[in-house]
């Protein structure tokens, strides 16, 4: 029975299972604006992986997280003050998560997709479009959004730090096969 089953898979053409990818480079940097002033800053610990088969992006997955307290901003003290409780809480909350609900093709050199990021103990959902740059054995991706700091309960209502926050991912993959 077992050889009948592959077999008949064989022949179907039963969807061949994601095909892994090793990540070669991947950052996630930010820009917010203080007293009127553009912040940059990244993260040195993070993982971004993909699962994704070379027919089908509607089977992918993509997933990341990164180390909250590995935020660089350039100045130490600011560092140390937003891995405290009122802004990244890494103690209770050390992971900031993102991971794909939905992915497709869009236009050429586009992937579309849903991530679910949760940072502390907010999960939000929310559409992003990558450049994507694909060949048999290298995957680029690329995106940057926007996100309201507060709706993640990072920091308080303040008059000189903005609300709103600009975050870039990048990351490029090789084929493990």
């Not at 992937?111 to 103990?121: A, N």
Request: aromatic share 10%.
């Amino acid at each position: 029975m077992k050889t009948l089953l592959i077999v008949v898979l064989l022949i179907t053409g039963a969807p061949s299972p994601a095909q892994d990818w090793t990540t070669d480079t991947a950052a996630v940097t930010f820009k917010i604006r203080n007293a009127g002033i553009a912040v940059n800053g990244t993260f040195d610990s993070l993982e971004i992986r993909l699962e994704h088969s070379e027919k089908d992006w509607k089977a992918a997955r993509l997933f990341g997280r990164v180390y909250a307290a590995s935020i660089v901003t350039g100045m130490g003290l600011r560092d140390k003050h937003l891995r405290k409780e009122d802004y990244f809480q890494v103690q209770t909350h050390p992971w900031i998560y993102m991971e794909s609900t939905d992915l497709k093709r869009a236009e050429k050199g586009e992937l579309e997709g849903v991530f679910r990021l949760t940072l502390k103990e907010h999960t939000r959902e929310i559409p992003l479009v990558f450049a994507c740059s694909e060949t048999k054995d290298k995957i680029s991706l690329e995106t940057s959004f926007e996100l309201d700091r507060q709706e993640f309960g990072v920091g308080g209502k303040s008059l000189f730090l903005s609300d709103r926050v600009r975050v870039f991912v990048s990351a490029e993959f090789s084929s493990t096969r």
